[in-house]
């Protein structure tokens, strides 16, 4: 049983004036030809500006390079689909049979897209200014505790600057098996740095070479 839409208002703190702009950022492409695609595209960019305007403000001696590692550590779809599940979005999707019937409310994907999608319907509905308190607010945790700049290089960058400042080999990073349908596929990656070898799986190629390098760099150092 879908929970009352008040709920998530609730969970949002905002109540919409215009509900069914709410409905539509709920809606997923397999539902209706009315979906949340244009309001994903419009929260994408509302997202990146408010996350941006407060890294401005609040981190005045960041460079442009570290100030570019803060947001998007933020926005992210990781990040975006957490917050969706803190606030039990998946209750409330409009998804078609076919992705209801293959877990689609837990889809990274869909929640994080759904989750842009809120934030373009807030703006609509309220302004700018409602949609730059809605995201503040839910990224208060994550805006309290980021860390440093140099923390949020992404392991393969900081085993291969490692590796670079000691004049050693860059790593070889090998696929060793794909397993799942083409919309859901696991990879297991081979990260090779000498005679050293860490190995490590992960939902698309990328999240398994990051953990393979992550290991590596746990090894070497």
């Not at 509302?46 to 401005?56: D, N």
């Not at 949609?131 to 393969?156: N, T």
């Not at 939902?203 to 290991?215: I, T």
Request: net charge negative; aromatic share 8%.
């Amino acid at each position: 049983m879908i929970p009352p839409i008040s709920q998530l208002c609730g969970s949002l703190g905002y109540t919409f004036q215009q509900p069914d702009l709410l409905d539509e950022a709920l809606t997923h492409r397999s539902a209706s030809v009315r979906n949340n695609e244009r309001l994903e595209f419009l929260g994408d960019a509302l997202l990146s500006l408010v996350i941006a305007e407060y890294l401005f403000e609040h981190y005045p001696k960041a460079s442009e390079g570290e100030l570019s590692r803060l947001r998007a550590s933020l926005v992210k779809g990781e990040t975006l689909a957490e917050l969706a599940r803190s606030l039990k979005l998946g209750d409330w999707l409009n998804l078609g049979p076919g992705e209801l019937k293959s877990g689609g409310f837990r889809r990274e994907s869909i929640l994080s897209d759904t989750m842009e999608a809120i934030f373009g319907a807030v703006y609509l509905d309220g302004g700018l200014a409602a949609c730059r308190d809605l995201i503040v607010r839910l990224y208060r945790d994550w805006l309290e505790r980021l860390a440093s700049a140099s923390e949020l290089k992404d392991p393969k960058t900081r085993l291969q600057e490692y590796l670079q400042a000691r004049q050693q080999a860059l790593p070889v990073y090998t696929v060793l098996e794909v397993r799942g349908e083409p919309h859901e596929q696991y990879f297991t990656v081979e990260c090779a740095v000498a005679d050293t070898r860490a190995v490590a799986a992960g939902s698309s190629r990328r999240k398994a070479e990051q953990e393979a390098a992550r290991q590596m760099l746990g090894q070497i150092q």
